[in-house]
């Protein structure tokens, strides 16, 4: 079993910069695969960012490519979303999971998810 519980969210103008957070608790930590997912209004929940197949490699969105940034201190049991030149269609509920294997863009691959935490970018 593996917990998360996101954080860093917050109200950002368009250009500014967050830095997600996931905590992981639960002793499969460190043999989980990680990736970020977010929800915005009315659509549905979509790949942010994943460390691929053995966790040694990491996948982008096209939408966040050379943007954001995942990455994790195994020694913290927290994984990070460094999300820079922010833009409005951006803003979503963003979502850290696990998963132990399969694809790591598709979210029916993942067992174990977040709360959220709310990403508001304005113009």
């Known amino acids: 079993q593996v917990q998360l519980v996101e954080s860093g969210g917050g109200l950002v103008q368009a250009g500014g910069s967050l830095r997600l957070s996931c905590a992981a608790s639960?002793?499969?930590?460190?043999?989980?695969?990680m990736g970020w997912f977010r929800q915005a209004p009315g659509k549905e929940r979509e790949f942010v960012a994943a460390?691929?197949?053995?966790?040694?490699?990491?996948g982008y969105a096209d939408s966040v490519k050379g943007r954001f940034t995942i990455s994790r201190d195994n020694a913290k049991n927290t994984v990070y979303l460094q999300m820079n030149s922010l833009k409005p269609e951006d803003t979503a509920v963003y979502f850290c999971?696990?998963?132990?294997?399969?694809?790591?863009?598709?979210?029916?691959?993942?067992?174990?998810w977040g709360q959220g935490t709310q990403v508001t970018v304005s113009s």
């Open positions: 639960g002793r499969t930590f460190s043999a989980s695969i």
């Open positions: 999971a696990a998963r132990s294997s399969g694809d790591y863009y598709a979210s029916g691959n993942y067992a174990y």
């Open positions: 460390f691929t197949f053995g966790g040694r490699r990491t």
